[in-house]
């Protein structure tokens, strides 16, 4: 789906990235000395944006960026339970393969 933003669309992004970089509190931004307000948009556009950001926050940590990534999400407590997955096998006899993940 490819998407066309406009300068709004810029604006509450732009507004939205700080804010959520700052409730992480991954980050300081000194020389920020003034707060983007977020941008009036309609629902689409909104929604547009919103899931431009949640791609946002799920390629940037594959590149080693954190800062949008909140404390609690990072940190497994102690007393998590490992839960076993399960074991897919293909094997196809005619090629030799046996293959399990």
């Known amino acids: 789906m490819q998407r066309s933003f ?3 669309h810029w604006g509450y992004l732009e507004a939205r990235l700080v804010e959520i970089a700052k409730n992480a509190e991954r980050c300081s931004m ?3 000395k003034q707060t983007p307000r977020v941008r009036k948009l309609s629902e689409a ?3 547009s944006a919103e899931s431009f950001l ?3 926050k799920l390629i940037l940590p594959i590149l080693g960026v954190n800062v949008l990534r909140s404390p609690e999400n990072t ?3 102690a007393t998590a339970q490992i839960v076993s997955s399960p074991v897919f096998h293909l094997r196809r006899q005619k090629d030799r ?3 399990s993940m």
């Open 75 to 77: 940190v497994q407590p």
């Open 30 to 32: 000194p020389d920020n």
């Open 6 to 8: 406009n300068e709004g």
């Open 97 to 99: 393969i046996d293959a």
């Open 45 to 47: 556009q909104r929604a």
């Open 54 to 56: 949640d791609n946002m």
